[in-house]
Every structure is written in structure tokens, then in C-alpha cells.
């Protein structure tokens, strides 16, 4: 099983920006929400839901066939669903945006269910500085392709976390594929 499989140029620059251009006009949620607590020091973003943004059902799809072929040559986990929207965060220099080290796995009953995590990156690296995705599956940290398009995707379970950014803004979809509970 590889621990951070990338899938680079699985969207195109154009696409990245036209997903980008969309959220701008969708309604967005602070992300300090960790269950029903509040907690900055833990992640903050503007979040958008894909499926609250019109035009956007195309992404869906790509992404199901993404999510299926990664699967069977890499992680072979037993997928069933896509049990949440993908989701979009925007982390701003502006804001402190963040997330710190984490899991995907949770108590509720979606994350649960949590078996890969799939991460599109939709900003041109040279916009933002900081920011980077890093995966760590074991003692060792690995960081993603920050390649605008490229897809990088990594079992729920692993810790990971978006360094603060520094400067400009860094937008990414997160796509979770539900099954059975792991044991």
C-alpha cells in the first residue's frame, strides 16, 4: 500500500480556476468548528460545500473515477459510498489559515466510515507561500505535490495537516470514500 499516492495533471489548469471562480460567489462557513466546540488553534478556513455550488456536478464525477482507479492499484480498501460533499477550503495568509495535525477518522458516524482521503490542489503554487500538505503515515513526513491539478490522496487514518499559510491565499478540495468501518 503506498502512503501518499499523487495523481498529477488529474484536473487541468483551466478546470482549477473554474472551480476556484465558483466558490468566490458560494455562500462559505468558517471552519473553527470541531464538533460543537470552537477551536482556531486547530484549523482556520473558509469552507464551501461542492454540492451548495451550481455547475459544479462534473467535479463529482471525475473525482468517483479518480477515487476508483487509485483505489484498486493502490490502497484495495473495501469503498462503498461518498457519504459527504467535497468540500473546499480556502486558507488565507490574512486569517492564520491552518489546519494542524489530524486524523480523518472521527466519532461521528460519516467519519467513521472514513477509508481514503483525496486532496485536490486548485491554486498555483506560486500564489501562496507556506501552506503545504503534509502527510505522515508513519515516523516520517511527507509532503504533497503542491502542483496546481494534481490529486494526492492517502488513507483517512494517516495524520496530516496544511501548514500555516504565509502569504496569499491556498484553495483545495477534500473528498472523503466512505466503507465499513476499519477494525
Known amino acids: ?40 488553534f486547530l484549523r482556520t478556513a473558509k469552507l464551501v460545500w461542492v454540492d451548495d455550488v451550481n455547475g459544479l456536478g462534473w467535479v463529482m464525477d471525475r473525482l468517483i473515477d479518480i477515487v476508483r482507479k487509485s483505489n484498486a492499484d493502490q ?10 460533499s467535497p468540500q473546499i477550503a480556502s486558507y488565507k495568509a490574512s486569517d ?11 466519532n461521528g458516524p460519516l467519519a467513521r466510515k472514513r ?8 491554486s498555483v503554487p506560486s500564489s501562496y507561500e507556506g501552506g503545504d500538505l503534509e502527510v505522515m ?35 483545495s478540495l477534500t473528498l472523503w470514500a466512505h466503507g465499513p468501518a476499519f477494525r
Open 137 to 171: 503515515p508513519s515516523a516520517r513526513v511527507l509532503s504533497a505535490n503542491r502542483s496546481q491539478g494534481c490529486v494526492s490522496i492517502f488513507p483517512s487514518f494517516a495524520l496530516h495537516q496544511v501548514v500555516p499559510v504565509q502569504s496569499g491565499v491556498r484553495h
Open 75 to 84: 490502497f484495495n480498501f473495501d469503498l462503498r459510498e461518498f457519504a459527504e
Open 115 to 122: 477509508k481514503l482521503t483525496l486532496v485536490l490542489q486548485l
Open 1 to 40: 500500500m503506498t502512503a501518499l499516492y499523487s495523481k498529477p495533471d488529474a484536473f487541468s489548469a483551466g478546470e482549477c480556476d473554474r472551480i476556484t471562480a465558483a466558490i468566490t460567489a458560494a455562500p462559505s462557513k468558517d471552519a473553527m468548528l470541531v464538533g460543537q466546540t470552537k477551536d482556531q
Open 96 to 106: 492564520g489559515g491552518h489546519f494542524a495535525w489530524h486524523s480523518d477518522i472521527g
